[in-house]
């Protein structure tokens, strides 16, 4: 999805004025601006703990000690003293803060038991999602995915009582403020495995996987999740329908109606709320954290009173309520009734709602009627549809593993191919081996370059997910593993082929397609998933340290709806391929922390001097993780998906000269013209803006020498003198700077101008 619907409406004025209110607020987050981490530092300075109140003592002295500098902010390390302190308390935390968080979940679970559970969860869904409909998530907010979470596990799990207790205002507020401990405690839990003096590979991934547990933002931008949804579904509707009652488009419209539905009446319903207990109190307050104590009750219990009124649906009515006939199949079969679900006793049990994302509950106590219909966990029919059809398929399709990597390896060669125009791919091909053939999930051939592909379908399971660091590690080695040693038989044939031949068959007795392996420039490594297995492929340095995968590879291991907003950004040729490039030289720096793929895109989108950054870093001296753009990628698509204004296209920041080069070469492809055009891509921005700054002199100094040149140690700028000797001078300096420096940009001197003539890319030079 690279261009917005025209058939979309326009955004109102209104929607315009907060959009770019919500903008101004999330750039560069700062001490200032951030908020939420605010809420853990209050929550930090009451809760009594020895790590946590040292830990806040330690932030106040860096926020304390922030300077100014050239027009931003840094803050000074602490003192080793300090640190080391920290680090001790750390060490001696873990099992304490493990049996706190413990203590606070069965704390919640007692409050939850037994309370009329509709109004509950229609307020836990409020406080969580209303402010928040996509997967943003910054410094400067407060996410409390997990709260509504951890919640409605309780409930789908609790058996029912012989009477539900009436969910009031304070009960909400109160099960609210309890869900937050557990969320506060995991927290701080993660800040202690941050310090302490275990540093395991084990005891550091259980830290990453409490932070993204906290943050979780889901899998994929709607478009991605439901175009993917579709592949999966694809020759399968009529199994579906048979076994089922209803297919992927009726999940699809259900999940829209529902969305569509509480956006329409969610405001309205508030509105009436704020303006009876106005009234009532005769009080007009500007927001409601300025509001008195009384109204913020009031209101709050009016919000409470229409929720489920909101947000529920009667399941007599769901079928006219929704404008579909199967909706209600639908909901049985992806619902929960309370009591159904299997014992929610810590963090790392399954959740419920991931596949079953609806609830059947009975009417709010004192309404007699009948039961009723609520979206649980609305992510399910948007960001990750892709994992609830999945799961809905795994039940109901014969042979589903292999029926599902086949449907990831048909999608993900579809977007390639896309983001490739004119090239040739093919998935499931058989290879002549030494003892008999073997089967590699796809091939794509483009100009002088070649991608293997070897798929992996199956999900991360909940409790890799939630730091279960043994089952992690096993479904890792189970997958990786496997794929990388298959991707690097794979790479040997191609390059090692004269020709290598490809058969669509096992059987088949002529080649499908022949490669000559003597012509491949370059042959990429591609291990597609279905969900990114928690974004470990931009942790390459971890999987070496877990044995997983061996120290010498470099396989894109990327789940595929990440992969799609790769070629969504990327959408031309060079853009892309440079991107394979930047992404294998960097993916397994030992300094560089990157998050996600997101994150590693826009460092190339940026095209930020890497080599400079390390470089003043100093080797051995921490790690570099640059601040997160996922609310870029956010506004780009909430504005292509009709949510938001219109904002600039994501696109490479480089100079105008680079991108002339490029374009020029994408349109006349002269030889060689793909690994120039592919090696611009790998000139920083700092690197780009000091070739237009020394052209002058490097062409002055030609003019006398026949060559001039300039390097920063990593990349060479070359002018030459456009004459006979000089280009025979030229031709020798060129490989032997080719030899020496990763990114060589070779100028010529001609008619009083300097133009840009090629650019040589060398990823094995080294450091000079």
Known sequence: MSQRDPRLPEPTPDQIIEAKRSRRNRESPTFATAKGFDDYLEWFAASSDPFAEAFLASHVQSRDAVIAQDGREEVRPLPPEKVEKLRSLATTSIQRLTDKQQAAMDQLRSLVDGLDPLPLICGMIFATRAERWSSYFEPDTMPRDLDLELVVSIVASSPIPESWRPCQVDDWRTVSEAAKEVRM???????????????????????????????????????????????????????????????????????????????????????????????????????????????????????????????????????????????????????????????????????????????ILPSPRGKAGPDVALLVHPAALTTDLHLTVESLLSKKIKNWERARADAVDAHVLGLLKEALPGSVGYSQVFIELAKGRAEIDGILLYEDIVIVMEGKGAPLKTAARRGGVNQYITQLKLLISEGSSQLD?????????????????????????????????????????????????????????????????????????????????????????????????????????????????????????????????????????????????????????????????????????????????????????????????????????????????????????????????????IVIRSHDSARTISSRRLQQAAARYVVSIVLEQKGGRTHLKQVIYNGSAPKN
């Open 489 to 717: 038989r794979d790479y040997h044939y191609v390059m090692n082929g004269l020709p290598a031949k490809f058969y669509k068959t096992a059987n088949s007795s002529r080649p499908l397609i022949e490669v000559d392996g003597s012509k491949v420039r370059r042959c990429y490594q591609l291990l597609p998933t279905l969900d990114g297995l928690a974004d470990i492929g931009t942790r390459v340095r971890r999987l070496n340290d877990w044995g997983v995968l061996d120290a010498r590879c470099r396989p894109w291991i990327v789940g595929a709806t990440h992969l799609n907003v790769v070629t969504d950004t990327l959408r031309r040729p060079a853009e892309l391929l440079g991107y394979l490039e930047f992404r294998e030289r960097w993916v397994g720096h030992p300094q560089l922390v990157i998050l996600d793929e997101l994150e590693m895109l826009a460092l190339y989108l940026y095209q930020v001097d890497l080599d400079q950054r390390l470089t003043m870093l100093g080797p051995n001296s921490g790690s570099i993780m640059h601040m997160p753009h996922q609310y870029e990628f956010d506004e780009q698509y909430a504005y292509l998906e009709g949510r938001g204004i219109s904002v600039p296209p994501l696109r490479i920041k480089t100079t105008a000269r680079v991108r002339r080069f490029v374009d020029e070469l994408q349109r006349t492809r002269p030889d060689g013209w793909l690994a120039s055009a592919t090696a611009a891509f790998q000139i920083p921005i700092t690197v780009a803006t000091a070739l237009d700054l020394m052209q002058s002199t490097l062409a002055r100094e030609a003019k006398v020498d026949g060559i001039a040149t300039w390097s920063d140690g990593t990349h060479a700028i």
């Open 185 to 359: 405690w995991a927290y701080t839990l993660s800040l202690a495995y941050d310090y302490a003096n275990e540093s395991s590979p084990e005891s550091t991934f259980r830290r990453e996987m409490l932070q993204r547990w906290l943050a979780y933002r889901g899998d994929a931008y709607t478009p991605h999740a439901t175009s993917l949804a579709e592949s999966l579904a694809q020759g399968k509707e009529q199994t579906l329908l048979d076994r089922c009652g209803y297919g992927v488009d009726d999940l699809i419209r259900l999940g829209s109606r529902i969305t569509n539905r509480w956006n329409q009446r969610l405001t309205p319903a508030l509105a009436a709320a704020w303006d009876a207990a106005a009234k009532v109190l005769d009080e007009a307050p500007s927001s409601i954290g300025a509001a008195s104590d009384d109204f913020k009750h009031l209101w709050y219990e009016g919000v409470l009173t229409a929720l489920p009124w909101v947000m529920g649906t009667p399941l007599g009515a769901l079928g006219a309520d929704t404008d579909n006939d199967r909706a209600r199949a639908m909901v049985e079969d992806l619902g929960w009734r309370p009591g159904e679900a299997p014992a929610f006793t810590s963090v790392f049990v399954d959740v419920p709602q991931r596949t079953k994302p609806f609830m």
